[in-house]
C-alpha cells in the first residue's frame, strides 16, 4: 500500500526535498503551501506528485511529514495542528535551530513520532524556483532524536538521507546542535553581512576574487529567516561570535606589533587545523554536491 510524504512548505529546501525524494521507497509526494503560484509551479514541474491545499487533509494522509517553514512558522504550526497529524505519522523538521522547535513539538500527542532533523545544505537563494534535486549530494544530515521518536523512524530518516544523497547522518542533541550550528553556519553568516557593510564596499567593485566571493556568497541572504535563526539562538551564536572577536583581536594585535614570527607561528597554525578539517571531509565523504560525489552514507554519534 502506497504511503504519503508530505511536504509543508514548498520553498528552497521544502522543495529540494521533494525532488530528492522523488522514487523513495513506496512513498508519494504530497506539496502544501499558502503560495497558490508555488503550488503551481510545484505540479507543473513534477516537484511533488500532487498537491493538497488543505494543510488538515494532507496531513490525515501524511505517513512522514516534513515541516520546511521558517522557525517560528514551523512552531506556530505544530500548535495549531498538532491534533490534525495522522496517528503513528512520524514528523520531522529541516529547521537551523532545533531546540526552539523541539519544545515546539512537545505539544504533539504520544501517537505521533517526531525526530529533529536539520540537512547541512543550502544555497544564498530563496525560493522553489531555485530548488534542487541534488541539494544534499555530500552533505551531513543531522538528527536529534529524544524521547518522542521511535527507532523505526529514526531508521526511516537513515534510508531517506541515504537516498537524497547525503554522505552521512548525525545523531547529537538539540543543546549540542545549536552550539555547533552556530559556529559552522549562523557566525559565517554574520562575517559575510558584516564584510558588506563596509562602506567602502562598491568603491572595491572590480578587485573581488574567488576568497571575497567565497566569503561573501551568503550574505545575499532571506532577511526573515535569517532573523528568526540568528535570534531563536541568540545565547549560543554571541558566544561564538565573543570568541570569534578574541581571535581577530589577536591576529591584529599580531600585525600591529610587527612581529613577522608571531605571526607566521599564529598563521601556519590556522592553516594546519584547516587543512586537517579537509582531510577528514574527505574521508567522511561530507564535502557537498558541487566537489564529489558522496560515499555511502554512514552513521555518526556524536554525544
Known sequence: MKKNIVIVGLGLIGGSIARALQGFEDFERIGVDVSQPTMRYAIENGVVDRIEEDPIQALAQGDLVFLCLHPRGIVDFLAEHRTHFKPGAMVTDVCGVKGAILKGAAVLPDTVSFV????MAGTEFSGIEHSLANMFQGAHYILTPNGQSSPEHIALMERLARHVGCADV?????????AIIAYTSQMMHIIAVSVCDDENLFQYQGFEGDSFRSCTRVAALDVPLWTQLFSMNSD?????????????????QAILS???????EKLSFSAARKRQMNRLEQQSGAVGRDRTQPRPVRNAERT
Open 236 to 252: 549560543a551564536l554571541c558566544a561564538a561570535l565573543e570568541h570569534l572577536e578574541t581571535h581577530l583581536r589577536q591576529y591584529r
Open 258 to 264: 610587527g612581529d613577522t614570527r608571531a605571526l607566521s
Open 116 to 119: 529533529g532533523g536539520h540537512p
Open 170 to 178: 548525525i545523531k547529537t542533541t538539540p543543546e549540542q546542535h545549536d
